[in-house]
């Protein structure tokens, strides 16, 4: 079974988004995944067919998944940051995403993806697979 309820799905070769995903330090019970992982591909293969190129986060007891904005808000909500700024992070969610391609030379436009899901049954049956190595591969344990 694996150690994470929740697992965040980041551009692991933006150092941006990869020192974003550090402040999950703070937030017990999310593991982190690089997008560009197997693992996290047959996930969102299985919820959207085509895997959107976006910051995914999944709350496998609460079944949701959450895109885009929405899951930036979600996280800020859940590291404890007030609420107008998980507000501003979903107002503003493009535009940083954009700088942060630009100054990360991602050459790669964030997909409008920015709800909140049901987790599809074909994907539930990825999580585990994706929570265990979100362990093997978290980048916390890299400071």
């Given amino acids: 079974m694996a150690r994470y309820g929740s697992v965040l799905i980041y551009d692991g070769k933006c150092p941006y988004c990869s020192v974003a995903a550090k402040a999950l330090e703070q937030v017990e019970d999310i593991g982190a995944i690089s997008w560009y992982e197997e693992s996290a591909q047959s996930f969102l293969t299985a919820q959207f067919d085509d895997p959107p190129f976006a910051m995914v986060l999944i709350d496998q007891p609460a079944k949701q998944v959450f895109t885009g904005r929405a899951a930036a808000e979600e996280l800020a909500g859940r590291a404890g ?63």
């Fill in 81 to 143: 940051l007030p609420d107008l700024v998980g507000s501003l992070v979903r107002e503003n969610y493009e535009k940083i995403a954009q700088i942060i391609g630009l100054a990360s030379g991602r050459g790669r436009k964030p997909a409008d993806v920015h709800e909140r899901y049901a987790l599809t049954d074909d994907a539930r049956d990825h999580f585990d697979a994706l929570a265990m190595n979100a362990i093997d591969r978290d980048i916390r344990a890299d400071t």
